[in-house]
Structures are given as structure tokens and as C-alpha cells.
């Protein structure tokens, strides 16, 4: 254990965060998606959703100010009906970086995108269409 660290941010998931340069991609995906087939570096947290996992990460990890939006989301294709947790991700994002612009990428998209991550966080969330992107920034201090 560590101080001020989040127990569930695995060692493994740590080791990721650190080895990622400035413009790498990290993806968190949902239950539901396909981390295994995708992933070229896979870390494991079945168990716990991707809100909790989110802002785990986002308190150690600054996101890209160089990039329009550095948060990317699957998108459902269902404008009148977005996904309540991306209200969730919103504030989360919003508490640890600021007002950051959020992309929609075509669900196909996402999954090429996905293959070219620097690595894929399984979670056990449940929420569909919960799936998400970081795009990692330059840590200035």
C-alpha cells in the first residue's frame, strides 16, 4: 500500500501510468468490451466501474491540453438518449482537470482507436456504452 493512492489503481495499472508518454492512449472499457481481443497491454479490474476507476486515474494522470478534446467516448448513435454515466465522467473530469472537451467516436472507430492504445483497463461496469479514452498530457511541475 501506498499513501494517496487509490487501492483499487492495481500495481500493473501504476507501472502502465508511469511507462505512458505525453499523447499515449489509455481506454477504459466497460463489461462488455472486447479488452482482451484489443488490447495490446491488458490490466484487469473486474469488480469495479469505471466511474470509481476514472477518477482513480484522472488524480494521477494530467490529460493532453495540446488536443481539442483528450477524452474520447463510444458513441450509442442515440442523441436524444445519451448514457447517464457520461454525466458521471463529465464531473469527474471537470473535478481533477477542468473544463475538457469530450469527442464521440463511432463505435467501430473506437474499437480500431482502441487497438492502438498504449493499453485497455477491463472493468466490470455494467453501463453500456461506458466505454472511454484518455489521451495523457505533460505533467509541468
Not at 497491454?41 to 478534446?69: C, F, K, N, Q, S
Not at 469530450?102 to 492504445?117: I, N, P, S
Amino acid at each position: 500500500m501506498l499513501k494517496n493512492i487509490s487501492p483499487i489503481l492495481s500495481p500493473e495499472l501504476l507501472k502502465i501510468l508511469m511507462e505512458m508518454g505525453h499523447g499515449d492512449e489509455l481506454v477504459i472499457g466497460d463489461g462488455n468490451f472486447p479488452a482482451a481481443s484489443i488490447a495490446q497491454r491488458l490490466v484487469r479490474l473486474d469488480g469495479h466501474g469505471v466511474p470509481e476507476i476514472l477518477d482513480a486515474i484522472l488524480r494521477l494522470m494530467p490529460l493532453d491540453t495540446y488536443v481539442e478534446a483528450p477524452v474520447a467516448l463510444m458513441d450509442n448513435g442515440d442523441e436524444a438518449n445519451r448514457p447517464e454515466i457520461w454525466q458521471k465522467y463529465a464531473q469527474i473530469v471537470k473535478t481533477n482537470e477542468g473544463d475538457k472537451q469530450f469527442q464521440l467516436v463511432e463505435r467501430f472507430d473506437f474499437y480500431d482507436r482502441a487497438k492502438k492504445a498504449y493499453a485497455v483497463v477491463a472493468t466490470g461496469e455494467t453501463a453500456i456504452y461506458a466505454n472511454i479514452i484518455l489521451k495523457k498530457g505533460v505533467v509541468a511541475d
